[in-house]
């Protein structure tokens, strides 16, 4: 499984780097924030790539990582969770400010109960949800503010899943845009 993931990987890569040579591609990072309903704030950085070999910036990937350890732990007793996810949207109007999204998210979950004595709950899982929102895109400076819900589809009973993988989540991104090629 592992394998097939970074193989899966190297050749998307592969793939950008070939065709970024020749495209317009707009490279943007930024600040995530995220709220579990009725559960943890978790906050982190993420990434948003798009080109025009993309669908004509149709199509955004992107990766982000949110932690509760940024978020409600940092005021509470909050379990240490964390979430690594790579992903795609679909942009509908993507050369408009205000754009309208779909998309489908993957990737891994991990939650540190800390004490020795919830060794034999299960702490991970593999994250699958989708997600839909706005984004507006400032001309400048060249910044983008996104609002999105989304749902896990695997979530978690305490028992065969880790119990702290709820299924409904808002998202705020707040991103710049680092680079524009052509």
Do not use: C
Request: charged share 15%.
């Amino acid at each position: 499984m592992k394998k097939t993931i970074l193989i899966s990987i190297f050749f998307l890569g592969t793939f950008l780097i070939a065709n970024a040579q020749n495209s317009e591609n707009d490279l943007n990072v930024g600040v995530l924030i995220q709220k579990t309903q009725h559960l943890y704030w978790e906050n982190g950085i993420g990434v948003d790539f798009t080109a025009d070999y993309l669908l004509n910036k149709h199509l955004h990937l992107k990766a982000g990582y949110v932690t509760s350890r940024l978020g409600s732990r940092m005021v509470s007793n909050a379990i240490k969770q964390d979430n690594l996810v790579l992903g795609f949207d679909f942009r509908f109007r993507p050369t408009k400010p205000f754009q309208i999204f779909a998309g489908l998210n993957t990737g891994f979950f991990y939650a540190d109960y800390e004490n020795p004595v919830f060794d034999v709950l299960p702490n991970t899982s593999l994250l699958l949800s989708t997600e839909a929102g706005v984004v507006y895109q400032f001309r400048y400076p060249d910044i983008s503010v996104g609002l999105s819900a989304g749902y896990n589809f695997i979530n978690g009973d305490g028992i065969s899943k880790t119990g702290t993988l709820f299924p409904i989540y808002y998202k705020m991104g707040v991103f710049y845009k680092l680079k524009t090629k052509k």
